[in-house]
């Protein structure tokens, strides 16, 4: 059977163009080597997500007397914990199969490559065929789209391989037990988001970063108000430290010796490009593929989304792009394009860190790379060209109700000249259930005085976005 579209990976991309495909009435084949969902339904986003919604109900408990009840002998059950994350996950995969089977869309377990080039035919923008092989039996279609995903990137540290007391993100995930003590290489979001668990659960935590912070891609002032926290809490944060070798569970870093039970390893995760030897041509950019906006790579008819395109590696964004992507195989009017530089992200902490668009940081250096050295001086320095405002979370009186002993921090940075939004950064829960507001703000290019004409309800935490206007 030739088919519409050959996707290789049932992520959140993959999933998306197949169900998106298919209800276009094109015939889809999805080949997907474990089980659907990819890393972010299996070992990412939500297992991740389930046990630290578990570590915060303890945590909650345990801290109930600021809110005037008492409990007591109050004790978590970790396989439990485990038991409930993997029936959560089994739930969401079956969802996921069950809307593909509803679509009618072909899906195929097994490892699935590109044909070699004697048997592949470039499709064209015309039409052709792209060969896909799979447990022994050749499929052909007109697009193939790559949704390969990441896989954990191991940093070519000495000790660090075969060694038992190191784990990955997959490993702690699966582990049954907690260990007792906890090294986590790595101050980035997952690192931090695995540094809140452990540390609401009662296992001593150090975190080691060789940056000279933790979450550097965010906005250091949102971020500094985590760290004074975490540090205070007693987690050991370490930053501006580059760990040099393991021996089991010490670790070596900047001539000093840590040692724990177990070492998390979570530097980053890299393109996987398995199964795509044969596109010998395909244009690569710092280890990921290279697509344009519309997430088309240089080979006709070849496209590739979600983390094996290395732009930013969210499952929101991935399923986007595959929006994109397909609806330019559709030829669809107009043609959609992502606005990255509006994209939300969220760092499941707690507190929770929201964001999008452009953080302080990149503001100032985007200005003064504009404006050069002489162009600042004139203008009277960087700060004429941008304003921040921002205000602590208490303002919100349902975070005040809600967040006894919080303080948190909203700021948000406008562009002077137009008085455009061009970013907004809160940490302080719930603030990754409003942040889609300032996104919309962020990718319409809302001026301060139309966003002062949205509507919050009362009470809600999301007022921040309107009081600090």
Request: with cysteine; hydrophobic share 40%; charged share 20%.
């Amino acid at each position: 059977m030739n088919y519409f579209l050959a996707i290789i990976g049932g992520g959140p991309a993959g999933y998306t163009a197949a169900e998106m495909a298919s209800k276009a009435g094109k015939d889809v084949v999805l080949f997907e080597q474990n089980a659907l969902g990819g890393t972010c339904l299996n070992v990412g986003c939500i297992p991740t997500k389930s046990l630290l919604y578990g570590a915060k109900q303890y945590y909650n408990a345990t801290h109930a007397q600021k809110y005037g009840v008492t409990a007591e002998n109050v004790a978590f059950d970790f396989a439990a914990m485990q038991k409930r994350k993997t029936i959560v996950v089994r739930k969401l995969v079956a969802g996921i199969k069950q809307r593909l089977n509803n679509e009618h869309c072909t899906v195929v377990n097994g490892v699935a490559s590109v044909a070699p080039p004697t048997q592949t035919l470039p499709s064209g923008e015309e039409g052709g065929i792209i060969q896909i092989v799979c447990n022994g039996e050749t499929y052909e279609a007109e697009n193939l789209m790559i949704c390969t995903g990441s896989t954990n990137f191991v940093p070519p540290i000495p000790g660090i391989k075969d060694n038992p007391a190191v784990w990955d993100s997959t490993d702690a995930l699966a582990a049954t037990e907690l260990p007792k003590s906890i090294i986590i290489v790595g101050g980035g979001v997952i690192g931090m988001e695995f540094a809140t668990l452990y540390h609401e659960l009662g296992v001593p935590v150090t975190v080691i970063e060789a940056m000279p912070t933790i979450l550097p891609n965010l906005d250091q002032e949102i971020v500094q108000v985590l760290l004074d926290k975490y540090r205070k809490a007693g987690i050991r944060i370490l930053t501006s430290t580059k760990v040099e070798s393991l021996d089991g569970g010490k670790v070596t870093a900047n001539g000093e010796v840590y040692e724990a039970e177990k070492v998390l390893v979570s530097v980053g995760r890299r393109a996987n490009l398995q199964g795509l030897e044969a596109l010998q041509d395909l244009e690569l950019e710092r280890g990921a593929i290279k697509v344009d906006e519309f997430c088309k790579t240089n080979l006709p008819n070849v496209y590739a989304c979600g983390d094996v395109t290395g732009k930013i590696m969210l499952a929101h964004v991935a399923s986007r792009q595959a929006e994109v992507a397909v609806g330019r195989m559709l030829k669809q009017i107009p043609l959609q394009r992502i606005a990255y530089n509006a994209i939300p992200s969220v760092v499941y902490t707690n507190p929770e860190i929201a964001s999008v668009g452009l953080t302080e940081q990149q503001v100032r250096d985007f200005y003064t790379e504009m404006e050069g050295a002489a162009g600042i001086e004139k203008a009277g320095g960087v700060e004429t060209f941008y304003e921040v405002k921002k205000l602590p979370m208490t303002f919100s009186g349902r975070f005040m109700v809600e967040n006894e002993g919080e303080t948190g921090l909203c700021k948000v940075i406008i562009e002077r000249r137009n008085q455009t939004i061009v970013g907004v950064h809160c940490i302080g829960n719930p603030c990754s259930e409003f942040i889609s507001a300032a996104s919309f703000a962020v990718r319409n290019g809302y001026t301060v005085a139309e966003f002062r004409q949205v509507v919050f309800p009362h009470p809600t935490v999301s007022e921040i976005l309107h009081e600090i206007l």
